[in-house]
């Protein structure tokens, strides 16, 4: 949700109030999905994928939390199981909702350009901003999709962050909107960077050579704490 707070305020509240909706009542994030089929429909067209979001696929029923807690003693599957599962529901909802509402406001500015193929490339750009660049697109195999979850952790949320990275050199719309969406995101970030310094009475650490970039200490202590990996190198990209 990170670059959607940086670059579309709005949307991301909306994505937000709709997550915690369908935290206490799936069936109205239900209802949103119903209410607009029609462009879920058009972005299926233009490989936008909708759920499901990696982080949380072992919390859904036949995923690995499901196997584990099928062993939990004393009747504490199913409340394990039912949180777990409206956890998921609403990490979902958010990354939906988001790509509904980015797909909504953009379409009029892709269409506006005139390009063949403005929609497919609006379509990669929400994909990748949103952390879902798929798989299948990269013609990876079964197996080494298999490969990749064995060895890391949420692997096509990374890769669609380095896909976005990587647009802000392209030409077209496509890099347009990367460079407009990295340059509003990074500007938003270091200005909550600067604040958060600010409150902790702390020097920010804003030199990019640094390995401390973008780092504070956690207060009482010398740990250092700050962005992620991928999110620190879109910032010194910039």
């Known amino acids: 949700g990170i670059p959607l707070l940086g670059t579309n305020l709005p949307a991301w509240a909306r994505a937000q109030g709709r997550a ?13 999905l119903a209410k ?8 299926a067209l233009n490989n936008v ?8 696929e072992a919390a859904m029923p036949g995923g690995a939390l499901f196997k584990v807690t099928a062993k939990v003693p004393f009747g504490l599957a199913k409340p394990v199981e039912f949180t777990a599962k ?11 909702v988001a790509r509904v509402e980015l797909w909504e406001a953009l379409k009029p500015v892709a269409q506006r350009t005139g390009r063949p193929g403005a929609l497919m490339e609006l379509g990669d750009f929400i994909s ?7 798989r299948r697109k990269l013609g990876l195999s079964a197996t080494q999709q298999e490969m990749e979850r064995s060895l890391f952790f949420a692997t096509r949320y990374y890769r669609a962050s380095a896909g976005l990275m990587a647009d802000v050199v392209q030409g077209g719309l496509r890099g347009e909107l990367a460079r407009n969406a990295l340059a509003k995101m990074t500007a938003a970030g270091l200005i909550y960077y600067y604040g958060i310094c600010l409150a902790l009475g702390q020097k920010p650490e804003l030199n990019p050579a640094s390995g401390r970039f973008l ?3 956690f207060p009482g202590t010398e740990t250092q704490v700050g962005p992620g990996s991928i999110w620190r190198a879109m910032a010194r990209l910039l």
């Not at 909706?21 to 109205?28: F, I, K, T, V, W």
């Not at 409206?86 to 939906?96: H, L, M, P, T, V």
């Not at 990748?128 to 798929?134: E, I, R, W």
Request: glycine share 6%; aromatic share 10%.
């Open 20 to 32: 915690m909706q369908a935290l206490l009542n799936p069936r109205a994030y239900e209802r949103y």
């Open 36 to 43: 607009h089929s029609a462009t879920r429909q058009e972005m």
């Open 49 to 56: 994928p909708m759920s499901m979001a990696e982080q949380v």
């Open 86 to 96: 409206r956890a998921a529901i609403a990490f979902n909802a958010f990354g939906d």
């Open 128 to 134: 990748k901003m949103t952390g879902v660049s798929g």
């Open 215 to 217: 780092n504070f200490k």
